[in-house]
């Protein structure tokens, strides 16, 4: 006869990790922001820099939303608009 032999330690579930915040934080783009308002540069700003503020916009948003797949590409979208309406007003200003 075959028993069926059972473990006496718990079983473990792999947990997917967690992605490392941007390198660029919230406080950390409004300072580029006023720093590029208090420099008088007020016709463009450098493309990697905005792309670094899109990129953390995007996380924090995706971060509120837990982390769900599925919305990357909104997020991302949104986070673009949001960039770009706070550099507009920051020209206006």
């Not at 949104?78 to 206006?92: I, N």
Request: glycine share 4%; charged share 30%.
């Amino acid at each position: 006869m075959v028993t069926k032999r059972v473990s006496p330690g718990k079983k473990t579930v792999k947990r997917k990790a967690v992605p490392a915040a941007p390198d660029l934080t919230d406080a950390a783009a409004m300072v580029v922001l006023e720093s590029v308002r208090a420099n008088g540069v007020h016709t463009s700003i450098d493309p990697n820099v905005r792309r670094q503020l899109v990129a953390a916009e995007a996380y924090f948003r995706a971060e509120r939303r837990g982390f769900a797949a599925g919305n990357e590409l909104e997020d991302w979208v949104t986070a673009e608009a949001a960039v770009d309406s706070r550099l507009q007003r920051m020209r206006v200003a």
